[in-house]
Structures are given as C-alpha cells and as structure tokens.
C-alpha cells in the first residue's frame, strides 16, 4: 500500500510504498522524510542577521548553480548520460534554491549563471569544485546559524552537495 512520506527539508511529498532512501526532489538524507502527519514546514521562521546574510548567498549559489546545470544538459544533448546526468543535478539545486527564497520570503529570481565550459570532462571538473565550494559555505553557514530549522537546511545541503561531488569524481575516473 502506498504511504504518503513528506520531505522536512524541501516539503515535497512521495507516495511510496516504504520510505524513500534520499529525497528525489532535494537530496536529503533519509532521516529528514516522514510521515505527513509529523510534517511541519522548515521556513517561516525569523532568520538572525547573520542567518539572512547566509541565506542570501546561498540562494545565489543555487541559482547559479541550477542555471550552470541547465545550460550543460542542453549543451549535452548527444552525450544523452550527461543531459540526464546534469538535468538530474539542475532540478535539486532548483529545490533548493526555491526552500532559500521561501526562507527569505522573496520571490524566486531568474535562474542565470555560468555557461557549459564545453565538453563533458570540463564540466565534470567545474562540478566538482562548485560542489566543494558550496559544501564548504554551507559548514560555515551551519556554524553561524542559531536556528534548529536554518541547522537542519545546511546539514541536509551539505549531505545533498557532497553527494554531487562524489558523483562528478567517479565520473571522472
Ligand atoms: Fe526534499
Ligand atoms: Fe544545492
């Protein structure tokens, strides 16, 4: 029978039958999905100014990364792995640039941001250090933040990045 599982992280619902491993829509880690009945929303709280700041480069670190995606699948569209691949990576980094404006209250900007650097193993290259740079600012934003919920967002982020990370360094191999 299908159970309804809701992500605590990004809020998406899965209709399963057992609990999913990682959240299909942000990445997070398995601890993060229960059942909707112990669902409640991560944003809306008051972000310190420490917590806002953060929250503000994160979100341009995910627009820029979902448009950076988006434009490497289409410019991958005979190399079908990648165009799966990179299209897989651009709706997460959308869901979770989507939670950050939601914790902000502000509308969601235009995704743009970098361009494919032109062949597969380049933006390999590039995803793994944009993946090691956001983990790393989302340590330190986990650090500086006071909020359980602002806690819980990076930590789930930071599972989801490295994630990414080692995907592109396997695919390098
Ligand atoms: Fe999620
Ligand atoms: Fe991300």
């Given at each position: 029978m299908l159970k309804l599982f809701v992500c605590q992280i990004c809020g998406e619902p899965h209709l399963a039958v057992s609990k999913p491993?990682?959240?299909?829509?942000?990445?997070?880690?398995?601890?993060?999905i229960g059942m909707v009945e112990d669902y409640s929303t991560l944003w809306g709280i008051t972000l310190t100014a420490e917590e806002k700041r953060d929250m503000e480069a994160t979100l341009e670190l995910e627009v820029n990364a979902t448009a950076y995606y988006r434009d490497v699948a289409k410019a991958n569209e005979k190399y079908e792995k990648y165009e799966r691949l990179f299209k897989g990576l651009a709706r997460v980094e959308k869901e979770h640039a989507e939670v950050a404006a939601k914790f902000l209250g502000v509308t969601l900007p235009e995704f743009t941001g970098e361009k494919s650097k032109g062949d597969p193993k380049a933006d390999l290259e590039r995803t793994q250090k944009l993946e090691t740079h956001a983990a790393a600012k989302y340590r330190e934003f986990f650090a500086n933040a006071t909020n359980q919920k602002t806690k819980d967002f990076y930590t789930a982020l930071i599972y989801a990045e490295n994630g990414h990370r080692e995907h592109a360094e396997a695919e390098l191999k």
């Open positions: 491993s990682d959240c299909q829509f942000c990445g997070a880690p398995e601890r993060f």
